[in-house]
């Protein structure tokens, strides 16, 4: 589903990602773990499209696209969803209009009529009981005023509405008390699907306790170091980051 | 021939054709004349007009008209959809077909200005002029050498009026332009409770000047909440001046929502002369093309322990101009007000064009006061974000004007005013796309 390969990216001229190659398939959840710096959330800005990444060599497929050439809107529209670590409060959006005109324009990208009202709101509606949110959230402005766990379970709402193929989860796990993580989480699992993919990035083990992952990767200084399965992630737990890099080294 | 000499010429064949009215308002009407040909047109020369060329106006030749015909079908289509008292007026004359005072309580008086001068025009003769004279502006001389029609409003102490009045002004597409000078005078009585919208629109291709006084007296203890809502025609050119004077524990409301007009003055000012008192400035504009909007404000706290609150929001687009100059003056010793201002505008276009100036005029030392204005583009983080959902970015940006011009309406208690101006505000923006679809879910959900 996903093929990154050799990737190469600089930021303000310093090199942050050194040749990663990832492969991610549909059903599996992939977390990429590693120690602050050595490029994780650079990785998912890259393939969400963020400005002022600047790809020298590699490339990046998805569904045999080349997701680089790709707009912003166009990525998430073929299915590609990121879930940002810090949500962007946007004043005076309210969640309602964020959510029926992002799924409408997914809608359009495969052909298909707007999702009439009365559809729209029974699938919020389901989508909200599940995340344990209030209707009333709906009128209120995107990310504006809401706690941390609040803003979290927000994107997943979103995931949950737009039903990506691929999920992507930049430290979803931050900032999140253990109720809050286990409703997250659920959110999470309850996408797990054999035609979905879910990539994890997360500095703690901690996340993988309720998502259990089928594989681990450990970027180190812009590269993968190590892979293996959630047994990894426990290692890493006990033993640090530390030992990883001497044995890349 | 000057430009002022335009309009007394027509003034003269007017007054010729007039028949006899009471010497008071002969007398006023001269005075008025007098003062705009000692005047003349404001020039950028002008502080107060500093950033509004008003040549359009003084070089135009606008004629007057005695005719109120209008298709019901089309004033069906341009009212406002609410419950209310209707008095409408067309291209200024008083249109009795398109009004509606059925079931007025007798508890507050409605009625053309026409009306209430040949009824009783003693009561009306007071209070005419006082807040809002001849000296203020060329305009509001102009207006009093013109005043023939407009509205009159006097609500009874203690009477809570529920359904708000509504004042309508249509201008058509004539084959002359025209011009209207109306007045409104309020007299709110103590303890009453009223609102009133004054609604300007009418047919697109309309190029009409539109030259308004408004007077709005509050007794002790009066709420009331004001809306003026100017849309379409694009071309039409609208003065306003607006005076409001706030007895002791009064409380007013003002909305202003611009939104159409190839040049727009609005003066609107507060008086706060009783403890208590309070005013609230709520504005919106939105210009595109070549739209002109100047909005002018001042709040006098002349007492102490009164309280005044602000705020403006802008949008410009393409080679609009706008401009905000708001200023809270605070009278030697009026000790213990608050007095906050804000002033934020959006440029959507690099040729769109504003000029802020906020000014506070302090005279005593117990005094709460702040004031500040931002001009900026829209969030491109938010941008960002909102793409990352799949939303082009087109449909973004207007989420996001849309977002910018919802501070204001959020304010706004009456939801058939707040739902047009959005609609309009979605409709007016520059990538034309569907955000009216999104709103009437929100609304439904409202349900």
Known sequence: MLQVTDLHVTVEDKEILKGLTLTINAGEVHAIMGPNGAGKSTLSAVIAGKDGYEVTQGSITFEGQDVLEMEIEERAQAGLLLGFQYPVEIPGVKNIYLLKSALNAQRKAQGLDDIPAPDFMKLVKEKLGFMK???????????????????????????LVLQPKLAMLDEIDSGLDIDAM???????????????????????????????????HVLVDGRIVKTGDAELAKQLEANGYEGIEESAA | MSDTQTFLDTLKTRSQQRETEPSWIAARRQAGAARFEALGFPTRRDEEWKYTDVRSIAQGNFALTDNADFSPAQAAALTLPLDAYRLTFVDGVYAPALSDLDALPDTVHVLPLSKALSENHEAVGG???????????????????????????????????????????????????????????????????????????GDLEAANFTNVVGEFMLDRGAILNHYKLQEAPLNDMHVASMHVEQGRDTRYTSYNLNLGGALVRNDLISDLNGQGAETNFFGLFFGQGRQHVDNHTKVNHNAPLTFSNENYKGILDDRAHGVFNGKVYVKRDSQKIEGFQSNQNLLLSDRAQIDAKPELEIYADDVKCSHGTTTGQLDEEAIYALRTRGIDEATARGLLTLAFAGEVLEKVTLDAVAERVELAVAGKLPERFNLAGLVETAVALND
Do not use: W
């Not at chain 2, 009026?161 to 103590?190: C, D, W, Y």
């Open chain 1, 133 to 159: 949110m209030d209707a009333s959230f709906l009128q209120r402005a995107v990310n504006e005023g809401f706690s941390g766990g609040e803003k979290k379970r927000n994107e997943i709402l979103q995931m």
């Open chain 1, 182 to 216: 286990k409703v997250v989480a659920d959110g999470v699992n309850s996408l797990r699907a054999e035609e979905r993919a879910i990539l994890l990035v997360t500095h703690y083990q901690r996340l993988l306790d309720y998502i259990v992952p089928d594989k681990v």
């Open chain 2, 127 to 201: 209070p005419l002029g006082r807040l809002t004279g001849v000296d203020f502006s060329p305009f509001a001389a102009l207006n009093t050498a013109f005043m023939e029609e407009g509205a009159v409003v006097r609500i009874a102490p203690g009477a809570v009026i529920e359904k708000p009045i509504l004042l309508q002004f249509l201008s058509r597409a004539n084959a002359t332009a025209v011009m209207s000078h109306p007045r409104i005078l309020v007299e709110a009585g103590g303890r009453s409770e009223a609102t009133l919208i004054e609604h300007y629109c």
